[in-house]
């Protein structure tokens, strides 16, 4: 398996950028899909972006695509998401995750989870 890290929440202004962090210990990232999920208060988690097998490309949800960028470091085995134009709604805890299989957006695919970082944004 693959452990994971989040690190980069906080508190915010509407408007602000923030860039989350997940570091990879225990296997390389380089032959795992990643994604990136929120649970926001009273709602699910939902999926927020992924980026698939070898960093080949990267798919998001609606509601944060243009505003939200998954990078990968394979050298430093690390996953970034930058977000910009954060809005209230984005308030929420986020998590990465990895699974060693094809792109996807569904929670269930995940096997390796992260501990969540804050994300509050205020008005």
């Known amino acids: 398996q693959v452990q994971l890290v989040e690190s980069g929440g906080g508190l915010v202004q509407v408007g602000d950028s923030l860039r989350l962090t997940c570091t990879a210990s225990?296997?390389?990232?380089?032959?795992?899909?990643i994604g990136w999920f929120r649970r926001a208060p009273g709602k699910g988690r939902q999926f927020v972006g992924g980026?698939?097998?070898?960093?080949?490309?990267?798919y998001y949800a609606d509601s944060v695509k243009g505003r939200f960028t998954i990078s990968r470091d394979n050298a430093k085995n690390t996953v970034y998401l930058q977000m910009t134009s954060l809005k209230p709604e984005d308030t929420a805890v986020y998590y990465c995750?990895?699974?060693?299989?094809?792109?996807?957006?569904?929670?269930?695919?995940?096997?390796?989870w992260g501990q969540g970082t804050q994300v509050t944004v205020s008005s």
């Open positions: 980026a698939g097998w070898l960093g080949g490309g990267s």
């Open positions: 225990g296997r390389a990232l380089t032959t795992y899909t």
């Open positions: 995750a990895a699974r060693g299989g094809a792109s996807s957006r569904y929670e269930a695919d995940f096997d390796s």
